[in-house]
């Protein structure tokens, strides 16, 4: 049987619990995605909306100016492109 | 030692029993027969006498899920309730033993609705037999006393960390007045020292609980709270033999009245059984081959235990107080069923479900039950005893 699980039973916290801050960054919600964010620079003012918006705080400054998604985290949520004011990010489907 | 004997109604027994064993914190709703537990509790705050926080709460669900909130921050916790009030509980219980948080709470047991029905019977806590607490019953109000102190010591115990259900049935006991003897503050402060948290909300050393339980994660979590339950059993045993040596009585997870050995059994939980232990005692004046066990650790249950107080008996006539429409008998006939399946020597297993909703079920009535069963007369599935009918 393949395995399946993080850890055995008896290794687990009291009442599975986490013990340690800051463990939601080792869970890569990445691969839950099925559209990708796609940022038309020509329509964008780099005014960070989306960075604001973004539930997975995976979007940053780039040097650029440009706002991007760390795609290790981005659910494709499209929450993003919602918000731009200008209309700058298409949601579309991602071929893998 | 020479201790105060006085008459008083079992749910302020109870009451005073929870500030004997120093709460900390009581979440409560009130909800017939529970309510004169909870309310004398806020007097006791209202007064001084009970260093507690008292929070009168807007529901059930509520009380409960305050009491998961001060058990996380590492209080000693109480509360009571009964019915439908222990229904609109039902998916805050699972996250109580989920979280292992050690919460003691009375059910005052009472029937569903509907109908509408204050009056007592098993339903309540048949409907949550599977929310991983530690279940018992009780029978009286000396017992209701001291297994309310002792459930708080199996509850904290390290080895157990799970909350412990206190079963009384509703009105038949919470509302009698009994003599009870109360054990001297002290003994009771030896008995059950300060709760010590393993694990606790504590701001200088965040933890996260009751996080997201992801697919490969939520089967190991399950397996940890069942394996908590199952080996609590030990822990049982080991407080009620100290509670029994601390109050000066017995307390076994399994009890046996009447004669040894007997061919016929009676089993019952709760209140009941000491209708049964007089029918019992009357039979046997009678020369008739009967005994009674009476089970007072419901969840885990206590297999090995139960077969041993069961050894050499061929049928068992066993009690229950709640309905499992749909299925071939009550709860705890279906329990024992499981038990002794394939079992050689295993006992016939007639099951008679009474007393629902208060129905009054007297003394003559199980020495009518044995006298049926002794003739085969009782039904192979289940006996819904004193329905009316017009078949």
Partial sequence: MAKKSLCAWQDLALGAAILAPGSAAKLKTGDWRTLIPRLDEDKCIKCGMCELYCPEFCISEGKDGFFRPNFAYCKGCGICANECPKQAIAMVMEEK | ?391
């Fill in chain 2, 1 to 391: 030692m020479l201790k105060k004997r006085v008459g008083i109604e079992v749910s302020l027994a109870v009451a005073e029993a929870v500030k004997q064993a120093r709460a900390q914190v009581v979440s409560a709703y009130p909800i017939t027969p529970q309510t004169h537990i909870v309310e004398e509790l806020s007097t006791y705050v209202a007064n001084g006498e009970l260093d507690a926080e008292f929070i009168p709460v807007e529901s059930e669900h509520s009380a409960m899920s305050a009491a998961v909130g001060a058990a996380a921050a590492g209080a000693r916790v109480y509360t009571a309730t009964s019915s439908q009030g222990l229904a609109l509980m039902h998916e805050i219980l699972f996250i109580a033993s989920a979280q292992r948080l050690p919460i003691v709470m009375t059910v005052a047991n009472r029937s569903l609705s509907g109908p509408i029905s204050i009056w007592n019977d098993h339903s309540d806590i048949m409907a949550e037999r599977d929310i991983g607490w530690v279940q018992l019953f009780v029978e009286d109000g000396q017992e209701a006393t001291e297994l309310t102190i002792a459930a708080f010591k199996i509850a904290e115990d390290h080895r157990v960390l799970l909350p412990v259900a206190v079963n009384m049935d509703g009105f038949i006991l919470t509302h009698m007045i009994e003599p009870v003897i109360f054990p001297a503050q002290a003994t009771v402060d030896k008995f059950l020292p300060p709760y010590k948290p393993a694990l606790k909300l504590d701001p200088a050393k965040p933890v996260t609980m009751g996080p997201v339980g992801v697919p490969e994660v939520y089967l190991e979590a399950k397996k940890q709270c069942e394996q908590a339950l199952l080996d609590s059993k030990a822990v049982v045993a080991e407080v009620l033999a100290e509670a029994g040596k601390t109050f000066e009585r017995k307390y076994n997870l399994i009890e046996t009245n009447g004669k040894k050995k007997a061919k016929t059994l009676f089993v019952t939980m709760g209140s009941l059984g000491e209708s049964v232990w007089s029918a019992v005692e009357g039979l046997n004046e009678d020369g008739e081959d009967v005994g009674q066990v009476r089970i007072r650790l419901w969840r885990p249950f206590p297999v090995q235990e139960f077969k041993k107080a069961c050894k050499g008996a061929k049928r068992l006539i066993v009690i229950d107080r709640a309905m499992s429409p749909g299925s071939v008998c009550g709860p705890v006939a279906q329990e024992l069923k499981t038990i002794f399946y394939k079992d050689k020597d295993a006992p016939e297993i007639v099951n008679v479900i009474a007393g629902l909703g208060g129905r009054d079920v007297p003394v003559a009535d199980f020495k009518e039950m044995y006298r049926l069963a002794k003739k085969g007369k009782l039904a192979k599935t289940y006996t819904l005893w004193g329905v009316d009918s017009n078949a």
